[in-house]
């Protein structure tokens, strides 16, 4: 029997495993690329994975072996829908974003210690960046949805945050905490974040925060493309804009 003491480790690894699922894109991930993923020995994820499957948490491509979300998460999604998910109320702002710059606009939730991109349109312009998707997370602090909402939160919530968090082994030196104090103060000065192809080389993002009722940074708002189409003055009009679409958002969700 499974002591008390060792349950929560359980849930936490099934979670990264979830988690870890949900950021790949629709082709899904093998038990390597999972436990690789989530630091879990590959024996060990393969077990959870195995379980998970039995509760139709998650499911396996029979053709190619890869995992995917199962359906009765879709079933638990749509319950807490109605609670926490506001994407048919930005999706009106979402496409304004996108046909009014004509870069690709996302939507991403704050979830933690990390954002979700939980909505994207298209823009017009045929060249991409391919760095956002829906269902990829980033810490906060890593991509311009990240700095945005970072930013605004409470000065003790980031210190405590930079305190227990190193960026810098998977997102490279740009990401120190020196750094990442260094752009805040830049975003907090223009009011939208700006990710000048700290990811991707070549790959632009502006992003701003949408505030919830209680007046705290819970999503952001942002466009990405390439960095020729992020020079200045137009780097400033999309920050402009995402500002005024994001302060729009936030006004919605504070009369709903």
């Known amino acids: 029997m499974q002591s008390a003491q060792q349950s929560p480790h359980v849930i936490e690894r099934a ?6 699922i ?7 991930s093998s038990t390597t690329e999972l436990a690789i993923a989530t630091g879990l020995a590959r024996p060990t994820a393969h077990r959870l994975l195995m379980s998970l499957a039995a509760e139709g948490l998650v499911d396996r491509d029979a053709r190619t072996g890869q995992w995917l979300l199962g359906p009765e998460l879709y079933l638990l999604g749509a319950a807490a829908a109605a609670r926490y ?7 009106d702002i979402v496409d304004q974003v996108a046909r009014l710059t004509g870069e690709s ?8 210690d990390e954002t979700v ?15 956002l998707y829906e269902g990829i997370r980033f810490p906060l602090g890593v991509a ?7 930013s605004h939160l409470p000065a003790r919530e980031i210190d405590a945050y930079l305190a227990r968090t190193d960026l810098v082994a998977e997102w490279g030196d740009v990401h120190s905490e020196q750094r990442i104090r260094e752009r805040i103060e830049v975003t907090l000065a223009n009011g939208y974040a700006v990710n000048p192809a700290l ?9 701003a925060a949408v ?3 209680d007046g705290r940074p819970a999503w952001a708002l942002t466009v990405t493309g390439v960095e020729t189409r992020f020079r200045e003055p137009r780097c400033t009009e999309m920050g402009q804009l995402l500002m005024d679409k994001a302060h729009q958002l936030s006004n919605r969700l504070k009369s709903r």
């Open 15 to 20: 979670a990264r495993l979830l988690r870890s």
């Open 199 to 207: 990811i991707v080389e070549g790959s632009w993002g502006v992003g």
């Open 144 to 150: 311009s949805a990240g700095l945005a909402i970072l």
């Open 105 to 112: 606009a996302f939507l991403s939730a704050c979830r933690g």
């Open 85 to 91: 998910d506001i994407t048919g109320l930005a999706r």
């Open 117 to 131: 991109c939980v909505s994207s349109r298209e823009g017009s312009f045929p060249l991409r960046s391919h760095v």
């Open 22 to 28: 949900s950021a790949c894109e629709s082709g899904g």
């Open 211 to 213: 505030f919830d009722r």
